[in-house]
Each structure stands twice: as structure tokens, then as C-alpha cells.
T-cell receptor, first 113, second 109 residues
Framework: SQTIHQWPATLVQPVGSPLSLECTVE??????LYWYRQAAGRGLQLLFY??????ISSEVPQNLSASRPQDRQFILSSKKLLLSDSGFYLC????????????FGNGTRLTVT | GQSLEQPSEVTAVEGAIVQINCTYQ??????LSWYQQHDGGAPTFLSY????GLEETGRFSSFLSRSDSYGYLLLQELQMKDSASYFC??????????FGAGTTVTVRA
């Protein structure tokens, strides 16, 4: 069966510090991968998605970036965090079919202080 | 791009029926999905409609009308555990899945 791992679960970082969130998927090949951010009590904002290694589509121009160094690994990064980067970050995967549901990781709750 | 509208919150009593409406505007449409998210948790998939009509899965049903760019999620025989946020989402041909702002359902005893 397929599983998705996302870490860390919680993170407190000072403004201006770097960020690296990692997500890995097991049990499937060539998944579509997604990074979403959710502000408290709000909807899910798509940040990045990837349909293959090295293929990253950015939805929101931010101080965030994403990389997919391996087929089942998706990394979200920032060189300098802003207060507005606080939120609940969710990684998700799906198979490459338009009717395929997204399967989410447990999320990382990031607080920038 | 895509935009989706759904009510921000709904309150109902146990055993009642709740309907959450979703209207969408999208440049390319490849189905309407619904997700449930309990407080502090990750969203989980509930249902998917690609064609017009009603899809039933246990106590939950989802409806789609593509001509009206409209769908709804019907929650029947409400239980306390159904208290959660519910999101509609649409996918475009590039596999991008865009979510609505979510509807918070509160079930009262």
C-alpha cells in the first residue's frame, strides 16, 4: 500500500531563517506531488505541484521554492522566512489520472516568530 | 484560473441532513471533488463527480451539474463525528487541484 511521510510535524523558526520541509511517498511510482499551505481557519492554497522529476509548477510567487530530486521526494524550501510564512503545510500525492484523489500527509505546522 | 464558492459554516443537530453547495469557475474542468478535514488533521478524500448526477457513498452523497457549474455534498443522518470542515475542489487538465475556502460543519447534540 502507498504511504506518505512528511516531517517535521511542528516547527518554530525565527524570521529570516531558512526552511526545508521534506515529503516522501512509498509504494507508488511517478506520482504527482503537491505542496499546499493552509492559514488558520482558511482553505488550502496550492503552492507547487510536480508531475515528474525536475518538473515544478509554481502557483504563488513567494519566497518559497520546491524541488523534486527523486521520483518520490518533494522538498519545500525558503532561504529567509517571513512572518507571513506561518501556516499548516501539507504535502500530497496522486497517481497520474485526472480522476485520482489526493492523499495528504499529516502536515507541518510552521510558526515563524 | 479557478475560483470556487461555498458557504463558510453550517450548524445542524444530530440526525439532520446538511447540504453544502459549491459553485465554481474554471478554465478547464475535470471533475468536482469533496474532502473532509477534522480540526488539526489532514484532508481526506470523500467523493468525486466527473459527470452530471448524484453519487452516493453511505451517508454522504455528492451531486454535479456541469451546465450550472454547481455541485453539492449531502450529509445525511448527521453524527457528532461529522463535525469538520468540508472542501470542494476542481481539477484542470494540468492536474492542478484548486480548493474552495471550506465549509465548517458543526453538529450539535
Amino acid at each position: 500500500s502507498q504511504t506518505i511521510h512528511q516531517w517535521p510535524a511542528t516547527l518554530v523558526q525565527p524570521v529570516g531563517s531558512p526552511l526545508s520541509l521534506e515529503c516522501t511517498v512509498e509504494g507508488t511510482s511517478n506520482p504527482n506531488l503537491y505542496w499546499y499551505r493552509q492559514a488558520a481557519g482558511r482553505g488550502l492554497q496550492l503552492l507547487f505541484y510536480s508531475v515528474g522529476i525536475g518538473q515544478i509548477s509554481s502557483e504563488v510567487p513567494q519566497n518559497l521554492s520546491a524541488s523534486r530530486p527523486q521520483d518520490r521526494q518533494f522538498i519545500l524550501s525558503s532561504k529567509k522566512l517571513l512572518l507571513s510564512d506561518s501556516g499548516f503545510y501539507l504535502c500530497a500525492w496522486s497517481v497520474t489520472a485526472l480522476d485520482s484523489p489526493l492523499h495528504f500527509g499529516n502536515g507541518t505546522r510552521l510558526t515563524v516568530t | 484560473g479557478q475560483s470556487l464558492e461555498q458557504p463558510s459554516e453550517v450548524t445542524a443537530v444530530e440526525g439532520a441532513i446538511v447540504q453544502i453547495n459549491c459553485t465554481y469557475q474554471t478554465s478547464g474542468f475535470y471533475g468536482l471533488s469533496w474532502y473532509q478535514q477534522h480540526d488539526g488533521g489532514a484532508p481526506t478524500f470523500l467523493s468525486y463527480n466527473a459527470l452530471d448526477g448524484l453519487e452516493e457513498t453511505g451517508r454522504f452523497s455528492s451531486f454535479l451539474s456541469r451546465s450550472d457549474s454547481y455541485g453539492y455534498l449531502l450529509l445525511q443522518e448527521l453524527q457528532m463525528k461529522d463535525s469538520a470542515s468540508y472542501f470542494c475542489a476542481v481539477r484542470d487538465r494540468d492536474y492542478k487541484l484548486s480548493f474552495g475556502a471550506g465549509t465548517t460543519v458543526t453538529v450539535r447534540a
